[in-house]
Protein backbone atom coordinates (compact mmCIF):
# COMPACT_ATOMS: atom_id res chain seq x y z
CA UNK A 1 0.00 0.00 0.00
CA UNK A 2 1.49 3.35 -0.79
CA UNK A 3 2.23 5.44 2.04
CA UNK A 4 0.41 8.44 3.13
CA UNK A 5 3.40 11.14 2.72
CA UNK A 6 3.57 9.42 -0.52
CA UNK A 7 0.12 11.13 -2.00
CA UNK A 8 0.67 13.88 -0.21
CA UNK A 9 4.46 14.63 -2.02
CA UNK A 10 2.09 13.41 -5.58
CA UNK A 11 -0.66 16.04 -4.94
CA UNK A 12 1.95 18.89 -4.20
CA UNK A 13 4.13 18.13 -7.28
CA UNK A 14 1.28 17.91 -9.37
CA UNK A 15 0.37 21.22 -8.11
CA UNK A 16 3.95 22.67 -8.63
CA UNK A 17 3.65 21.99 -12.17
CA UNK A 18 0.18 23.31 -12.66
CA UNK A 19 1.33 26.68 -10.76
CA UNK A 20 4.42 26.76 -13.12
CA UNK A 21 2.26 26.46 -16.16
CA UNK A 22 -0.25 29.24 -14.62
CA UNK A 23 -2.94 27.07 -14.52
CA UNK A 24 -3.94 27.39 -10.71
CA UNK A 25 -4.64 31.28 -11.43
CA UNK A 26 -8.23 30.85 -12.29
CA UNK A 27 -8.87 28.52 -9.30
CA UNK A 28 -7.14 30.37 -7.00
CA UNK A 29 -8.94 33.50 -7.34
CA UNK A 30 -12.36 31.85 -7.91
CA UNK A 31 -14.83 33.08 -5.14
CA UNK A 32 -16.46 29.53 -5.20
CA UNK A 33 -12.81 27.95 -4.22
CA UNK A 34 -12.78 26.06 -0.82
CA UNK A 35 -9.93 28.01 1.11
CA UNK A 36 -8.40 25.34 2.12
CA UNK A 37 -7.61 25.00 -1.75
CA UNK A 38 -6.51 28.72 -1.91
CA UNK A 39 -4.07 28.10 0.90
CA UNK A 40 -2.52 24.92 -1.00
CA UNK A 41 -2.43 27.43 -4.78
CA UNK A 42 -0.84 30.17 -2.68
CA UNK A 43 1.75 27.38 -1.15
CA UNK A 44 2.16 25.87 -4.98
CA UNK A 45 2.90 28.97 -6.78
CA UNK A 46 5.50 30.14 -4.46
CA UNK A 47 8.52 31.07 -5.95
CA UNK A 48 7.33 30.51 -9.43
CA UNK A 49 7.90 32.24 -12.49
CA UNK A 50 4.60 32.31 -14.38
CA UNK A 51 3.83 32.77 -18.09
CA UNK A 52 1.33 35.30 -18.62
CA UNK A 53 -1.07 33.33 -20.31
CA UNK A 54 -1.70 29.75 -18.62
CA UNK A 55 -0.71 26.53 -20.53
CA UNK A 56 -3.37 24.38 -19.44
CA UNK A 57 -2.55 21.60 -21.82
CA UNK A 58 1.14 21.78 -21.22
CA UNK A 59 0.47 20.99 -17.78
CA UNK A 60 -1.82 17.89 -18.17
CA UNK A 61 0.94 16.77 -20.25
CA UNK A 62 3.73 16.94 -17.53
CA UNK A 63 1.62 15.72 -14.84
CA UNK A 64 0.68 12.21 -16.51
CA UNK A 65 -2.13 10.03 -18.69
CA UNK A 66 -4.92 10.33 -16.10
CA UNK A 67 -4.38 14.25 -16.00
CA UNK A 68 -4.64 14.15 -19.49
CA UNK A 69 -7.59 12.29 -19.67
CA UNK A 70 -9.13 15.01 -16.68
CA UNK A 71 -8.13 17.62 -19.17
CA UNK A 72 -9.60 16.05 -22.03
CA UNK A 73 -13.37 16.58 -20.17
CA UNK A 74 -12.63 19.91 -19.20
CA UNK A 75 -12.37 21.37 -23.01
CA UNK A 76 -15.72 20.61 -23.15
CA UNK A 77 -16.87 22.64 -20.18
CA UNK A 78 -15.96 26.07 -21.44
CA UNK A 79 -18.42 27.47 -19.05
CA UNK A 80 -16.68 25.85 -15.86
CA UNK A 81 -12.94 26.76 -17.58
CA UNK A 82 -13.52 29.79 -19.77
CA UNK A 83 -13.44 29.76 -23.77
CA UNK A 84 -9.34 30.48 -23.43
CA UNK A 85 -8.58 27.44 -21.23
CA UNK A 86 -11.24 25.39 -23.32
CA UNK A 87 -9.21 25.94 -26.23
CA UNK A 88 -5.78 25.43 -24.85
CA UNK A 89 -7.09 22.22 -23.31
CA UNK A 90 -8.37 20.97 -27.22
CA UNK A 91 -4.29 20.55 -27.32
CA UNK A 92 -4.52 17.46 -25.70
CA UNK A 93 -7.14 15.44 -28.21
CA UNK A 94 -4.41 14.51 -30.32
CA UNK A 95 -1.38 16.47 -30.30
CA UNK A 96 1.01 14.66 -28.32
CA UNK A 97 4.55 13.81 -28.65
CA UNK A 98 4.53 10.16 -29.99
CA UNK A 99 6.52 7.06 -28.87
CA UNK A 100 9.26 5.93 -31.05
CA UNK A 101 8.64 4.23 -33.79
CA UNK A 102 11.00 1.02 -32.41
CA UNK A 103 9.02 1.08 -29.46
CA UNK A 104 5.70 0.98 -31.07
CA UNK A 105 6.93 -2.08 -33.13
CA UNK A 106 8.09 -4.13 -30.11
CA UNK A 107 4.80 -4.01 -28.36
CA UNK A 108 2.93 -5.12 -31.63
CA UNK A 109 5.15 -7.78 -31.68
CA UNK A 110 4.85 -8.71 -28.14
CA UNK A 111 0.86 -8.07 -28.27
CA UNK A 112 0.64 -10.19 -31.55
CA UNK A 113 2.84 -12.52 -29.98
CA UNK A 114 4.68 -12.84 -33.70
CA UNK A 115 6.67 -10.57 -36.05
CA UNK A 116 5.74 -7.91 -37.64
CA UNK A 117 5.33 -9.09 -41.40
CA UNK A 118 3.46 -11.74 -40.36
CA UNK A 119 0.12 -9.07 -39.80
CA UNK A 120 1.39 -6.06 -42.09
CA UNK A 121 2.69 -5.79 -45.22
CA UNK A 122 3.70 -1.98 -44.45
CA UNK A 123 3.01 0.73 -41.55
CA UNK A 124 3.60 4.11 -41.49
CA UNK A 125 6.62 5.21 -39.23
CA UNK A 126 4.43 8.50 -38.54
CA UNK A 127 1.57 8.48 -36.35
CA UNK A 128 -1.32 9.87 -37.58
CA UNK A 129 -2.72 10.30 -34.24
CA UNK A 130 -0.92 10.50 -30.43
CA UNK A 131 -3.40 10.51 -27.22
CA UNK A 132 -2.90 9.94 -23.81
CA UNK A 133 -3.45 6.28 -23.65
CA UNK A 134 -2.21 5.23 -27.53
CA UNK A 135 -1.17 5.97 -30.65
CA UNK A 136 -2.48 4.82 -34.09
CA UNK A 137 -0.52 4.37 -37.43
CA UNK A 138 -1.67 3.80 -41.14
CA UNK A 139 -0.62 0.40 -42.45
CA UNK A 140 -1.95 -2.20 -44.51
CA UNK A 141 -2.64 -5.78 -43.74
CA UNK A 142 -0.52 -8.65 -45.44
CA UNK A 143 -4.26 -9.32 -47.50
CA UNK A 144 -4.09 -5.89 -48.45
CA UNK A 145 -6.55 -4.26 -46.40
CA UNK A 146 -5.73 -0.35 -44.90
CA UNK A 147 -6.22 -0.56 -41.84
CA UNK A 148 -5.64 1.63 -38.71
CA UNK A 149 -3.63 0.28 -35.75
CA UNK A 150 -4.05 1.89 -32.18
CA UNK A 151 -1.40 0.97 -29.54
CA UNK A 152 -1.16 0.94 -26.05
CA UNK A 153 1.79 3.59 -25.19
CA UNK A 154 4.73 1.32 -23.16
CA UNK A 155 3.77 1.91 -18.91
CA UNK A 156 0.78 3.65 -19.48
CA UNK A 157 -0.92 0.78 -17.24
CA UNK A 158 1.64 1.08 -14.43
CA UNK A 159 1.40 5.14 -14.36
CA UNK A 160 -2.45 5.41 -14.42
CA UNK A 161 -2.87 2.51 -11.58
CA UNK A 162 -0.24 4.95 -9.70
CA UNK A 163 -2.29 8.29 -10.22
CA UNK A 164 -5.74 6.57 -9.42
CA UNK A 165 -4.70 5.16 -5.90
CA UNK A 166 -3.90 9.28 -4.99
CA UNK A 167 -6.53 10.09 -6.89
CA UNK A 168 -8.91 7.89 -4.36
CA UNK A 169 -6.38 8.97 -1.31
CA UNK A 170 -6.99 12.26 -2.10
CA UNK A 171 -11.22 11.65 -2.41
CA UNK A 172 -11.13 9.43 0.77
CA UNK A 173 -10.02 12.77 2.80
CA UNK A 174 -12.03 14.96 1.24
CA UNK A 175 -15.38 12.97 1.47
CA UNK A 176 -15.05 12.47 5.23
CA UNK A 177 -14.78 16.19 5.29
CA UNK A 178 -18.53 16.52 5.23
CA UNK A 179 -20.76 18.98 4.15
CA UNK A 180 -20.73 19.99 0.17
CA UNK A 181 -17.89 17.55 -0.19
CA UNK A 182 -19.73 14.78 0.80
CA UNK A 183 -22.83 15.42 -1.07
CA UNK A 184 -20.67 15.23 -4.32
CA UNK A 185 -19.72 12.12 -3.53
CA UNK A 186 -15.82 12.31 -4.68
CA UNK A 187 -15.27 8.42 -3.67
CA UNK A 188 -17.80 7.36 -5.67
CA UNK A 189 -16.91 9.82 -8.84
CA UNK A 190 -13.21 8.43 -8.56
CA UNK A 191 -14.31 4.71 -8.21
CA UNK A 192 -16.28 4.92 -11.61
CA UNK A 193 -13.56 7.05 -13.58
CA UNK A 194 -11.08 4.16 -12.12
CA UNK A 195 -13.55 1.76 -13.69
CA UNK A 196 -13.56 3.98 -17.30
CA UNK A 197 -10.27 3.88 -17.40
CA UNK A 198 -9.25 0.28 -16.75
CA UNK A 199 -11.66 -0.27 -19.97
CA UNK A 200 -9.94 1.99 -21.88
CA UNK A 201 -6.63 0.25 -20.94
CA UNK A 202 -7.90 -2.86 -22.38
CA UNK A 203 -7.80 -2.92 -26.28
CA UNK A 204 -9.84 -5.80 -25.92
CA UNK A 205 -12.78 -4.36 -24.59
CA UNK A 206 -12.83 -1.61 -26.73
CA UNK A 207 -13.01 -3.29 -29.96
CA UNK A 208 -16.03 -5.41 -28.29
CA UNK A 209 -17.42 -2.14 -27.18
CA UNK A 210 -17.02 -0.91 -31.15
CA UNK A 211 -18.16 -4.00 -32.41
CA UNK A 212 -21.33 -3.87 -30.25
CA UNK A 213 -22.12 -0.14 -30.83
CA UNK A 214 -21.88 -1.01 -34.90
CA UNK A 215 -24.38 -3.75 -34.43
CA UNK A 216 -26.72 -1.27 -32.29
CA UNK A 217 -26.43 1.43 -35.40
CA UNK A 218 -26.61 -0.62 -37.89
CA UNK A 219 -29.60 0.34 -39.32
CA UNK A 220 -29.23 4.24 -38.36
CA UNK A 221 -28.63 6.32 -41.96
CA UNK A 222 -25.46 8.02 -41.85
CA UNK A 223 -23.46 7.38 -39.04
CA UNK A 224 -20.87 4.48 -39.16
CA UNK A 225 -18.29 2.05 -37.21
CA UNK A 226 -15.21 0.87 -38.05
CA UNK A 227 -15.19 -2.96 -38.85
CA UNK A 228 -12.74 -4.37 -36.37
CA UNK A 229 -9.72 -6.90 -37.59
CA UNK A 230 -10.11 -9.46 -34.60
CA UNK A 231 -7.33 -11.71 -35.95
CA UNK A 232 -4.66 -8.35 -35.08
CA UNK A 233 -6.38 -7.42 -31.79
CA UNK A 234 -5.17 -8.29 -28.22
CA UNK A 235 -5.06 -5.99 -25.10
CA UNK A 236 -2.29 -3.62 -26.05
CA UNK A 237 -3.29 -3.66 -30.00
CA UNK A 238 -6.55 -2.90 -31.93
CA UNK A 239 -6.57 -2.99 -35.54
CA UNK A 240 -9.83 -1.81 -37.60
CA UNK A 241 -10.75 -0.29 -40.53
CA UNK A 242 -8.96 2.79 -42.21
CA UNK A 243 -11.56 5.76 -42.47
CA UNK A 244 -11.22 8.60 -45.18
CA UNK A 245 -12.71 11.92 -43.87
CA UNK A 246 -12.47 14.98 -42.87
CA UNK A 247 -12.13 15.94 -39.38
CA UNK A 248 -15.37 16.76 -37.74
CA UNK A 249 -13.07 20.17 -36.07
CA UNK A 250 -12.73 20.57 -39.93
CA UNK A 251 -15.48 23.18 -40.57
CA UNK A 252 -14.25 25.30 -43.28
CA UNK A 253 -13.07 22.17 -44.97
CA UNK A 254 -16.15 20.33 -44.41
CA UNK A 255 -18.16 23.20 -45.74
CA UNK A 256 -15.57 23.76 -49.21
CA UNK A 257 -16.13 19.94 -49.70
CA UNK A 258 -20.23 21.26 -50.13
CA UNK A 259 -21.50 19.07 -46.73
CA UNK A 260 -24.32 20.70 -45.28
CA UNK A 261 -23.02 21.27 -41.99
CA UNK A 262 -26.81 21.80 -39.90
CA UNK A 263 -27.90 18.50 -41.58
CA UNK A 264 -24.96 16.81 -40.19
CA UNK A 265 -25.18 18.53 -37.17
CA UNK A 266 -28.97 17.14 -36.45
CA UNK A 267 -27.76 13.88 -37.50
CA UNK A 268 -24.53 14.01 -34.87
CA UNK A 269 -27.56 15.26 -32.67
CA UNK A 270 -30.22 12.01 -33.17
CA UNK A 271 -26.94 9.27 -33.01
CA UNK A 272 -26.15 10.10 -29.33
CA UNK A 273 -30.04 10.12 -28.51
CA UNK A 274 -30.31 6.88 -30.52
CA UNK A 275 -27.79 5.50 -28.46
CA UNK A 276 -28.16 6.71 -25.26
CA UNK A 277 -32.22 6.49 -25.03
CA UNK A 278 -33.00 3.46 -27.84
CA UNK A 279 -30.06 1.58 -27.04
CA UNK A 280 -28.55 2.14 -23.59
CA UNK A 281 -25.04 2.22 -24.89
CA UNK A 282 -23.78 5.14 -26.10
CA UNK A 283 -20.12 6.67 -27.35
CA UNK A 284 -18.92 8.61 -23.68
CA UNK A 285 -16.02 10.32 -25.97
CA UNK A 286 -17.71 12.19 -28.72
CA UNK A 287 -15.50 15.19 -29.34
CA UNK A 288 -14.45 16.45 -32.72
CA UNK A 289 -11.01 14.59 -32.88
CA UNK A 290 -13.09 11.56 -32.62
CA UNK A 291 -15.23 12.37 -35.34
CA UNK A 292 -14.93 12.22 -39.20
CA UNK A 293 -17.08 13.07 -42.32
CA UNK A 294 -17.07 11.37 -45.39
CA UNK A 295 -17.47 12.21 -48.75
CA UNK A 296 -21.19 11.18 -48.77
CA UNK A 297 -21.86 13.17 -45.46
CA UNK A 298 -21.88 10.10 -43.20
CA UNK A 299 -20.06 10.43 -39.78
CA UNK A 300 -18.15 7.86 -38.78
CA UNK A 301 -17.14 7.88 -34.83
CA UNK A 302 -13.17 6.36 -33.51
CA UNK A 303 -11.87 5.41 -30.15
CA UNK A 304 -14.53 3.67 -28.05
CA UNK A 305 -12.04 3.30 -25.13
CA UNK A 306 -14.99 5.11 -22.80
CA UNK A 307 -18.68 3.71 -23.64
CA UNK A 308 -21.86 4.56 -21.16
CA UNK A 309 -24.69 2.30 -20.06
CA UNK A 310 -28.21 3.15 -18.87
CA UNK A 311 -30.19 0.84 -17.83
CA UNK A 312 -33.70 0.36 -18.97
CA UNK A 313 -35.68 2.20 -16.04
CA UNK A 314 -33.41 4.91 -16.53
CA UNK A 315 -33.62 5.36 -19.81
CA UNK A 316 -37.23 5.77 -19.14
CA UNK A 317 -36.81 8.78 -16.86
CA UNK A 318 -34.12 9.79 -19.37
CA UNK A 319 -36.47 10.23 -22.21
CA UNK A 320 -38.99 11.59 -20.15
CA UNK A 321 -36.92 14.26 -18.47
CA UNK A 322 -35.86 15.45 -21.86
CA UNK A 323 -39.32 15.25 -23.33
CA UNK A 324 -40.68 17.07 -20.36
CA UNK A 325 -38.28 20.10 -20.49
CA UNK A 326 -39.01 20.48 -24.65
CA UNK A 327 -43.08 20.79 -23.41
CA UNK A 328 -42.21 22.97 -20.44
CA UNK A 329 -43.69 20.31 -18.32
CA UNK A 330 -41.43 20.99 -15.42
CA UNK A 331 -44.38 19.27 -13.17
CA UNK A 332 -43.38 15.98 -14.32
CA UNK A 333 -39.71 16.12 -14.51
CA UNK A 334 -39.47 17.35 -10.41
CA UNK A 335 -42.13 14.15 -10.51
CA UNK A 336 -39.40 11.66 -12.23
CA UNK A 337 -36.92 12.87 -9.75
CA UNK A 338 -38.90 11.84 -7.06
CA UNK A 339 -39.65 8.54 -8.27
CA UNK A 340 -36.05 7.93 -9.18
CA UNK A 341 -34.91 8.52 -5.08
CA UNK A 342 -32.70 11.98 -6.86
CA UNK A 343 -34.34 14.15 -4.64
CA UNK A 344 -35.37 13.05 -1.11
CA UNK A 345 -38.82 12.23 0.07
CA UNK A 346 -39.22 14.99 2.48
CA UNK A 347 -38.88 17.96 0.22
CA UNK A 348 -42.05 19.03 -2.27
CA UNK A 349 -42.55 18.43 -5.62
CA UNK A 350 -44.32 20.81 -6.47
CA UNK A 351 -41.23 23.56 -5.18
CA UNK A 352 -38.91 21.30 -7.18
CA UNK A 353 -40.86 21.71 -10.30
CA UNK A 354 -40.97 25.67 -9.35
CA UNK A 355 -37.42 25.53 -9.03
CA UNK A 356 -36.63 23.92 -12.42
CA UNK A 357 -39.16 26.21 -14.31
CA UNK A 358 -36.96 28.63 -13.34
CA UNK A 359 -33.76 26.94 -15.22
CA UNK A 360 -35.56 25.38 -18.30
CA UNK A 361 -37.61 28.42 -19.30
CA UNK A 362 -35.33 30.73 -20.39
CA UNK A 363 -33.91 28.36 -22.28
CA UNK A 364 -36.81 26.49 -24.59
CA UNK A 365 -36.61 28.35 -28.01
CA UNK A 366 -33.42 29.64 -28.37
CA UNK A 367 -30.60 28.82 -30.41
CA UNK A 368 -27.52 27.56 -28.27
CA UNK A 369 -26.07 30.54 -29.46
CA UNK A 370 -28.35 32.96 -27.22
CA UNK A 371 -28.03 31.01 -24.43
CA UNK A 372 -25.37 31.06 -21.25
CA UNK A 373 -24.47 27.53 -20.95
CA UNK A 374 -22.45 29.19 -17.52
CA UNK A 375 -25.96 30.53 -15.89
CA UNK A 376 -27.97 27.39 -16.90
CA UNK A 377 -25.08 25.52 -15.61
CA UNK A 378 -24.97 27.46 -12.16
CA UNK A 379 -28.70 27.39 -12.01
CA UNK A 380 -29.07 23.68 -11.88
CA UNK A 381 -25.72 23.74 -9.54
CA UNK A 382 -28.17 25.92 -7.03
CA UNK A 383 -30.61 23.64 -7.66
CA UNK A 384 -28.79 20.42 -6.55
CA UNK A 385 -27.66 21.93 -3.25
CA UNK A 386 -30.85 23.25 -2.26
CA UNK A 387 -32.49 20.41 -2.63
CA UNK A 388 -29.68 17.95 -1.37
CA UNK A 389 -29.63 15.73 -4.28
CA UNK A 390 -26.46 14.23 -3.84
CA UNK A 391 -23.83 13.22 -6.91
CA UNK A 392 -25.31 10.39 -9.41
CA UNK A 393 -22.18 8.78 -10.76
CA UNK A 394 -23.92 6.69 -13.18
CA UNK A 395 -24.84 9.56 -15.14
CA UNK A 396 -21.72 11.38 -14.88
CA UNK A 397 -20.75 9.84 -18.24
CA UNK A 398 -24.18 11.03 -20.22
CA UNK A 399 -23.55 14.06 -18.76
CA UNK A 400 -20.03 14.95 -20.23
CA UNK A 401 -20.80 13.40 -23.20
CA UNK A 402 -24.27 15.85 -23.82
CA UNK A 403 -22.08 18.38 -23.48
CA UNK A 404 -19.57 17.39 -25.64
CA UNK A 405 -22.14 16.40 -28.43
CA UNK A 406 -23.84 19.96 -27.68
CA UNK A 407 -20.22 21.62 -28.64
CA UNK A 408 -19.93 19.58 -31.50
CA UNK A 409 -23.10 20.37 -33.00
CA UNK A 410 -22.90 23.92 -32.06
CA UNK A 411 -19.76 24.39 -33.95
CA UNK A 412 -21.03 23.28 -37.00
CA UNK A 413 -24.17 24.98 -36.62
CA UNK A 414 -24.05 28.18 -34.47
CA UNK A 415 -28.32 27.97 -34.44
CA UNK A 416 -28.97 24.91 -33.98
CA UNK A 417 -32.02 24.56 -31.00
CA UNK A 418 -31.28 21.26 -28.96
CA UNK A 419 -34.54 21.06 -27.54
CA UNK A 420 -36.37 21.29 -30.88
CA UNK A 421 -33.80 18.90 -32.54
CA UNK A 422 -34.22 16.03 -29.82
CA UNK A 423 -38.05 16.71 -29.10
CA UNK A 424 -39.60 14.75 -31.95
CA UNK A 425 -37.13 11.72 -31.54
CA UNK A 426 -37.97 11.65 -28.14
CA UNK A 427 -41.77 12.22 -28.56
CA UNK A 428 -41.74 9.20 -30.84
CA UNK A 429 -39.70 7.08 -29.11
CA UNK A 430 -41.86 7.83 -25.86
CA UNK A 431 -44.97 6.63 -28.21
CA UNK A 432 -43.54 3.57 -29.11
CA UNK A 433 -41.80 2.39 -25.64
CA UNK A 434 -44.64 3.77 -23.07
CA UNK A 435 -47.98 4.21 -25.42
CA UNK A 436 -50.57 1.58 -25.05
CA UNK A 437 -49.85 -1.19 -27.66
CA UNK A 438 -45.69 -1.08 -25.76
CA UNK A 439 -47.80 -1.47 -22.51
CA UNK A 440 -49.91 -4.10 -23.19
CA UNK A 441 -46.92 -6.28 -24.91
CA UNK A 442 -44.78 -5.58 -22.07
CA UNK A 443 -47.58 -6.56 -19.36
CA UNK A 444 -47.75 -10.04 -21.53
CA UNK A 445 -44.31 -10.46 -21.27
CA UNK A 446 -43.75 -9.94 -17.94
CA UNK A 447 -46.64 -12.31 -16.84
CA UNK A 448 -45.36 -14.74 -19.07
CA UNK A 449 -41.72 -14.18 -17.37
CA UNK A 450 -43.23 -14.03 -13.95
CA UNK A 451 -44.91 -17.25 -14.23
CA UNK A 452 -42.00 -18.88 -15.82
CA UNK A 453 -40.28 -17.51 -12.71
CA UNK A 454 -42.67 -18.09 -10.19
CA UNK A 455 -40.60 -20.42 -7.43
CA UNK A 456 -37.62 -18.07 -7.43
CA UNK A 457 -39.19 -14.81 -7.52
CA UNK A 458 -40.79 -14.82 -4.24
CA UNK A 459 -37.00 -14.82 -2.78
CA UNK A 460 -35.40 -12.45 -5.23
CA UNK A 461 -38.03 -9.81 -4.93
CA UNK A 462 -36.34 -7.14 -2.73
CA UNK A 463 -33.15 -7.62 -4.58
CA UNK A 464 -35.71 -7.43 -7.80
CA UNK A 465 -37.46 -4.23 -6.58
CA UNK A 466 -34.94 -2.15 -4.59
CA UNK A 467 -36.30 1.04 -2.18
CA UNK A 468 -33.34 3.14 -3.23
CA UNK A 469 -34.78 3.61 -6.87
CA UNK A 470 -33.30 3.85 -10.31
CA UNK A 471 -29.34 4.40 -9.78
CA UNK A 472 -27.32 1.37 -9.77
CA UNK A 473 -25.37 -0.62 -6.83
CA UNK A 474 -22.06 2.22 -6.92
CA UNK A 475 -19.07 0.79 -7.58
CA UNK A 476 -17.24 -0.71 -4.28
CA UNK A 477 -15.08 1.74 -2.74
CA UNK A 478 -11.58 1.23 -1.59
CA UNK A 479 -11.28 1.27 2.52
CA UNK A 480 -8.66 3.99 2.99
CA UNK A 481 -7.24 4.84 6.53
CA UNK A 482 -7.85 8.21 6.90
CA UNK A 483 -4.37 10.13 7.82
CA UNK A 484 -5.75 12.29 11.35
CA UNK A 485 -6.74 8.69 12.50
CA UNK A 486 -3.87 7.20 12.59
CA UNK A 487 -1.45 9.69 13.95
CA UNK A 488 -4.40 10.05 16.77
CA UNK A 489 -3.76 6.06 16.77
CA UNK A 490 0.21 6.27 16.65
CA UNK A 491 0.32 10.04 19.15
CA UNK A 492 -2.50 9.47 21.42
CA UNK A 493 -4.82 11.83 19.28
CA UNK A 494 -1.87 14.70 19.70
CA UNK A 495 -4.36 17.33 18.40
CA UNK A 496 -1.61 19.32 17.07
CA UNK A 497 -0.21 16.84 15.02
CA UNK A 498 -3.46 16.31 13.69
CA UNK A 499 -4.58 19.59 13.20
CA UNK A 500 -0.88 20.05 10.96
CA UNK A 501 -1.75 17.06 8.90
CA UNK A 502 -5.52 17.68 8.58
CA UNK A 503 -4.44 20.89 6.85
CA UNK A 504 -2.08 19.33 4.80
CA UNK A 505 -3.83 16.27 3.28
CA UNK A 506 -7.43 18.18 3.35
CA UNK A 507 -5.70 20.68 1.06
CA UNK A 508 -4.27 18.26 -0.69
CA UNK A 509 -6.74 16.05 -1.30
CA UNK A 510 -9.64 19.58 -2.08
CA UNK A 511 -7.40 20.03 -5.08
CA UNK A 512 -7.16 16.69 -6.65
CA UNK A 513 -11.15 15.90 -6.53
CA UNK A 514 -11.70 20.03 -7.12
CA UNK A 515 -9.89 19.60 -10.70
CA UNK A 516 -11.77 15.87 -10.82
CA UNK A 517 -15.32 17.20 -11.14
Known amino acids: MT ?73 TRPDLVGEEAARNLQELQDKLPPVAYDEIVREIEAGLDGPLDQFFSYIDREPVGAASVAQVHRATTTD ?74 KAEPGYAIPEIDWDRTCGTVMTLEWVDGIKI ?41 NLFVKADGTIVAIDFGIMGRIDRRARYWLAEILYGLTMGNYKRVAEIHFEAKYVPDYHNVDEFATALRAVGEPMRGKPVSELSVGQMLDGLFAITRDFDMQTQPH ?103 YALTALVAGGAGAAAVWWLG
Not at 32 to 59: E, H, N, S
Not at 271 to 283: D, E, N, T, V
Not at 440 to 462: G, K, V, W
Open 249 to 289: SRVEELREAGHDLSAIAKRLVLAFLKQAIASGFFHADMHQG
Open 144 to 217: GRDVAIKVLRPGVRRKFAQDIATYEWAAAHVGAMGGEASRLRPELVIANFKRWTNSELDLRREAASASELGEAM
Open 3 to 75: RPTTHILRLLKWGRILARHGALRGLEESPTTPAPVKRLCRIARFGTIQPKTPDYAGAFRAIGPAAIKLGQTLA
Open 395 to 497: LLLLQKTMVMVEGVATALDPQINMWDTSGPYVREWIRGELGPEAAIADRINDDLSTLMRLPDLIRRIEDKFPAKGGAPEPPPVPDIPLIWEKREEQNGGSFWR
